[in-house]
């Protein structure tokens, strides 16, 4: 028991926009780490 405490949750963001996953996991204090993203829209992801 208690093995998984320092685990991070890994994320694959998809329609990752501007990052409303990332940024609701960090709110809310969820160690995450993502591990992908998919995003259609280029200038969305350059910004």
């Not at 990752?16 to 609701?24: D, I």
């Not at 995450?32 to 998919?38: L, N």
Request: hydrophobic share 40%; glycine share 14%.
């Amino acid at each position: 028991m208690g093995e998984g405490k320092n685990k991070k949750l890994r994320v694959f963001e998809a329609f990752v926009g501007y990052g409303s996953q990332r940024m609701a996991l960090h709110n809310i204090g969820i160690p995450f780490e993502i591990v992908g993203i998919s995003e259609i829209e280029g200038e969305v992801i350059r910004s």
